[in-house]
């Protein structure tokens, strides 16, 4: 995405600030590859951004690849030690992985965390048949979960045309804001269902709470060479647990939601178009540029039912979604 590839994109400032996947959604993952026997050898992270999948997948894996477009991103990558020991990061893309080193037949599992819609994926899925088995996953817009009177807040800012919302990339932010209901699978989905019951809910610590899928076919496959080399019984999207949507839980407060907001692309571009705006944020002395003032608009909000958003941290919640296919034995 090309704002992350900039020399001023905030590396650091992403790293510290995104949300990142609940620990059972992991679980799922691996729960899944193992049907039919999926081996624990090579993992790939496409675009890894900073690294938080690949870290969490280290532990379940021989290596992990993380590869991302952006060489800032891969730069500042989350790398503690141990099980980073495991995980190499680079620079490279879907649509070529040769150029990346991903030799033929030699990964295992594929993710792609909250990227897969940035990728041409004609150009993607044929890469992937030829690396072996993907999966993905990605969130949607914010919402205040326990304040729902402000989630319109949060839909205005991000697509008033006149605010950040037209500096967005398309259709990549249009379709994760979908939850990815666009991302065609490579072959028309015939899910099997019985698979569901081997797989763990990722909000639920119970063993025996499983995911709801809903298999999305009404989009034709992506017209693509490979698309043979996939199992059209293994293709789902799950979006739901047991008791409603998936979510990333988080708790903000004003100074952690604002730092959140400034990792986005759109604010980036926004301001490159506006420098006059990034020139009032108030930290350095200014009188509030286009974050500075929609944190008021939501501290407002919050006020008006008794919430100090400056002292006391705030449910925020995306929802999750996973897509999921396997190639064929």
Not at 108 to 132: C, E, I, K, N
Not at 137 to 160: I, Q
């Amino acid at each position: 995405m090309a704002q992350f590839a900039k020399t001023t994109f905030d590396a650091a400032g992403y790293l510290a600030s995104r949300p990142t996947y609940p620990a059972r959604a992991y679980d799922l993952i691996v729960a899944y590859h193992r049907l039919r026997g999926g081996q624990t050898g090579h993992a790939l992270d496409l675009g890894c951004g900073p690294g938080f999948m690949a870290l969490n997948l280290a532990p379940h894996f021989e290596r992990v690849t993380a590869l991302d477009p952006s060489a800032k991103m891969v730069a500042v990558g989350v790398q503690p030690q141990p099980p980073a020991a495991k995980i190499t990061y680079g620079v490279g893309t879907s649509e070529d992985l040769g150029a990346a080193g991903i030799a033929p037949g030699s990964v295992d599992l594929v993710v792609a965390g909250q990227a897969a819609h940035w990728f041409d994926h004609a150009r993607t899925w044929p890469q992937l048949a030829r690396a072996l088995r993907p999966g993905g996953s990605g969130y949607g817009e914010l919402t205040f979960p326990a304040h729902p009177a402000l989630n319109a807040l949060v839909t205005r800012y991000h697509h008033d045309p006149a605010g950040v919302g037209a500096y967005f990339a398309q259709p990549g932010r249009s379709i994760v804001e979908g939850l990815l209901d666009r991302v065609p699978f490579p072959v028309a989905p015939r899910f099997d269902a019985s698979l569901l019951q081997t797989l763990p809910d990722v909000e639920s610590e119970d063993p025996a709470a499983h995911p709801v899928a809903a298999v999305v076919d009404e989009l034709p496959p992506t017209p693509a060479d490979g698309g043979d080399a996939w199992d059209a019984t293994t293709a789902v999207r799950l979006k739901a647990g047991t008791e409603g949507p998936w979510f990333i839980h988080r708790q903000w407060t004003a100074k952690e939601f604002e730092a959140y907001l400034r990792t986005s692309s759109a604010v980036a571009g926004y301001q490159e178009a506006h420098p006059e705006d990034k020139a009032r944020r108030r930290s350095a002395g200014g009188q509030g540029d286009i974050v500075d003032l929609f944190v008021d608009e939501v501290r407002d909000g919050l006020r008006k039912e008794g919430v100090d958003f400056d002292k006391e941290p705030v449910h925020c919640a995306y929802p999750l979604v996973l897509v999921l296919i396997k190639k064929k034995q």
